[in-house]
T-cell receptor, first 114, second 114 residues
Framework: SAVISQKPSRDICQRGTSLTIQCQVDSQVTMMFWYRQQPGQSLTLIATANQGSEATYESGFVIDKFPISRPNLTFSTLTVSNMSPEDSSIYLC???????????FGAGTRLSVL | DAKTTQPPSMDCAEGRAANLPCNHSTISGNEYVYWYRQIHSQGPQYIIHGLKNNETNEMASLIITEDRKSSTLILPHATLRDTAVYYCIVEANAGGTSYGKLTFGQGTILTVHP
């Protein structure tokens, strides 16, 4: 298994500002993933973060809006930039602890944009 | 798009077995069936996965049909704490260095009643 800590757990932000979410893992992992869960919806993958390389973004998500850092094998950040109320969601990070493609998730960051 | 179809909701009495179905008629030979659940206000939790054989662990059993086009997750003795959204996911598994992403569908809301 893996212990994943996300900070902050929740935040209320003003439109036009940016928020950086941190994800810390208790051991080294190759891949980290960032998901968004809009109210009442399922999870949607934003991007895959591999240490030492640029993140790979899914269709509909761009680096300018969701810049990601992956400075080492236990840490990653996701920034939600120039926020609007439509960005109000839960943002979750996960790690892959193979073999078996089993992913372990953080508790998520609940973001409300006013 | 999700490759699975699940009923939107199910009910189960506490102490009884909960049988959650999943259809994945377009599954490929190298794709596994994964089950995760998300309890309210938490990140998703891995339950079990399998390729073609039935699998059992301390949480649940996974029954996969011989043609692999459908599967059933069985919680043998459901408790109130099993109330959650259950996601059936089909994804390729790259083995020891797997880094496959997970595509979540809408899942099944399981409600366990006293």
């Amino acid at each position: 298994s893996a212990v994943i800590s996300q900070k902050p757990s929740r935040d209320i932000c003003q439109r036009g500002t940016s928020l950086t979410i941190q994800c810390q893992v208790d051991s080294q992992v190759t891949m980290m993933f960032w998901y968004r869960q809009q109210p009442g919806q399922s999870l949607t993958l934003i991007a895959t973060a591999n240490q030492g390389s640029e993140a790979t973004y899914e269709s509909g998500f761009v680096i300018d809006k969701f810049p990601i850092s992956r400075p080492n094998l236990t840490f990653s950040t996701l920034t939600v930039s120039n926020m609007s109320p439509e960005d109000s969601s839960i943002y979750l990070c996960s790690v892959d602890r193979g073999p078996g493609n089993i992913q372990y998730f953080g508790a998520g960051t609940r973001l409300s944009v006013l | 798009d999700a490759k699975t179809t699940q009923p939107p909701s199910m009910d189960c009495a506490e102490g009884r077995a909960a049988n959650l179905p999943c259809n994945h008629s377009t599954i490929s030979g190298n794709e596994y069936v994964y089950w995760y659940r998300q309890i309210h206000s938490q990140g998703p939790q891995y339950i079990i996965h399998g390729l073609k054989n039935n699998e059992t662990n301390e949480m649940a059993s996974l029954i996969i049909t011989e043609d692999r086009k459908s599967s059933t997750l069985i919680l043998p003795h459901a408790t109130l704490r099993d109330t959650a959204v259950y996601y059936c996911i089909v994804e390729a598994n790259a083995g020891g260095t797997s880094y496959g992403k997970l595509t979540f569908g809408q899942g099944t809301i399981l409600t366990v009643h006293p």
